[in-house]
């Protein structure tokens, strides 16, 4: 059974940092589309980055320049890594992996 596990949420100021973590049980997680998504309050969900097997990454327009996605295939594990954080970004984050398994999400506020 596939489970994606969330972490590294919080409350933030604008202007800083926070890192998420995505850890995922099973086999041949090297294989896989991974990605994050978010639904901001009242919002629908909406894509934040992918990553390829080969590390090929993609971002919304609204993050690029401030967000990485990365991955590490040995901890079975994709990051995000946000920068220059903006009350925007305030949202549910959601962890993705190919064939529509999804975590259960990890809150980020962005607030002074």
């Known amino acids: 059974q596939v489970r994606l596990v969330e972490s590294g949420g919080g409350l933030v100021q604008p202007g800083g940092s926070l890192r998420l973590s995505c850890v995922v049980s099973?086999?041949?997680?090297?294989?896989?589309?991974m990605g994050w998504y978010r639904q901001p309050p009242g919002k629908q969900r909406e894509l934040v980055a992918t990553i390829t097997s080969g590390g090929s990454t993609n971002y919304a327009d609204s993050v690029k320049g401030r967000f990485t996605i990365s991955r590490d295939n040995a901890k079975k594990t994709v990051y995000l890594q946000m920068n220059s954080l903006k009350p925007d970004d305030t949202a549910v984050y959601y962890c993705w992996k190919e064939n529509n398994y999804w975590g259960q999400g990890t809150q980020v506020t962005v607030s002074s």
């Open positions: 099973g086999n041949f997680f090297s294989m896989y589309r």
